[in-house]
């Protein structure tokens, strides 16, 4: 599967340049103004190359859900979100699919799907998803999503009131057991899929668990991934739980590091920046979740500032309510000129480029083998159609793609260097056929009521100083 693009654009330091980019054996080979060509011929004539983007934090089984859940903060759209979350193995493959292909056609390669597990199916969960993603032929990064202790130990207890839980209905240690057998069944980096640990945060998980997850990614070398304070809840659950922060509690265990990728990161103090800068630990924004939800802004500009790795995620359909990566990587740029009136330090069009693949590499522990156009790097491209009505006139490329609204933009995404959209389709798998079977597995529904939220709302209420 070698291949030649001829006559490309691609962004040197602070312009552009027109070049060949040979790709043998699924690597970057050369990239020159002229090159022979090897393999096959690929016109890359008014096109512009980019190494492929990272949704670096989704949860694709949301997609089932995507537009329906009310305007809730995190804690009662979660309520809402698990009510109403019976799946089957055949929505997990379907939705592992829908994600994949709005990853592909709005720039990503990759995909960290922080992934639901049907209680009871938790391994068939995973195989599933996996199955849907080499079927496509994303780059994909399963991290089965973990806690054990029950949904109400998310909300902070307060000072009056107290909510009992009910114990988590899988223990500790079946669940470490879970995940083991699960990166001995499918953690295959070479092939284009890898298992992280991935306990969904401090809200509902036990230090044992976090524990676990170390010891675990450190027999097998795996990455790290967990949502981190992202509401207002979590920062008071947090004090409540260890009369400090949550970084700082993290840190301390052991679980930050440069393997370690962290979703939202909202409420953080100056010190906790610290500690992420000097853990070396990669934020991934989801501007849109936490603007759905109404969690915060994330103070993206300050973890730049202090060399924190920043990478983006769509987070799960249901909280976004879309997976167009390019248009959270707009949001999560510009968001954040109105929180610092210094413009200076605003995000360029081109930091975006860099955040949304080589910050994705870093928070992946890959940047040595993916996130730029480099010799020897993995070919995992998009190749961008500028003749594109959403990206004319002719400006500036970059600045067209990351500020505009690109529609049907990308023309070409290989991973691996083996191509799986051509001429702006997946090659891979029939997406009519997708479609069709998205339609007939949902229905319109726009009564249901949840039962959770009913019971938690009240006290949610109180504890948050709402009444
Ligand atoms: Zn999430």
Known sequence: MNFTIQNVLIATVDDYATVDVQVVDG???????????????????????????????????????RGIIPPFPLELWLAQLYDFAPLDTEKVYLSALGTAVETLLSGGTSVVDHLILIPGKELE????????????????????LIQDESITAGIPSGETTALTHKPYFRSTQATL??????????????????????????????????????????????????????????????????????????????????????????????????????????????????????????????????????????????SNDSQDLLEAIKIGSILHNITDFDYQHWITPRQSVEMASLGGAKGLNMADTLGSLTVGKKADLVMYDLTSLSLL??????????????????????VNGKQIVADGKVTTINVDDLRQQLFEHSQWDTKRKSETVAQLEAHYRTVMDLL
């Open 177 to 318: 057991e879970l995940i083991e057998e699960a990166v001995k069944q499918f953690h295959r980096p070479d092939e284009g899929v890898g298992i992280l640990v991935a306990p969904t945060g401090i809200q509902l998980c036990s230090d044992a668990l976090f524990q676990g997850c170390i010891e675990l990614s450190d027999k097998y070398n795996l990455c790290r991934h967990s949502h981190l304070l992202e509401t207002k809840a979590q920062e008071k659950l947090a004090q409540e739980k260890y009369g400090c922060s949550a970084v700082e509690h993290l840190g301390r265990i052991g679980y930050l590091g440069d393997r370690t990728s962290l979703a939202h990161c909202i409420h953080l103090s100056d010190t906790d920046i610290t500690i992420l800068a000097e853990t070396k630990s990669t934020v991934v924004h989801n501007p849109l979740s936490n603007l759905r939800l109404g969690s915060g802004i994330a103070p993206i500009l300050k973890y730049r500032q202090a060399g924190v790795n920043v990478s983006f995620g769509c987070d799960g359909a249901s």
């Open 27 to 65: 690597a970057i080979a050369a990239i020159a103004p002229t090159l022979d060509v090897i393999g096959t011929t690929i016109n890359g004539e008014n096109k512009l190359l980019l190494p492929g983007f990272f949704n670096a934090h989704t949860h694709s089984p949301e997609m089932w859900q």
């Open 393 to 414: 006139p002719r400006t500036d490329p970059i600045g067209l793609l990351i500020l505009g609204r690109p529609t049907n933009a990308v023309e070409s995404v290989w």
């Open 125 to 144: 969960t995973i195989a599933t998803a996996v199955r849907a993603y080499k079927e496509v032929g994303i780059r994909a990064f399963v991290s089965p």
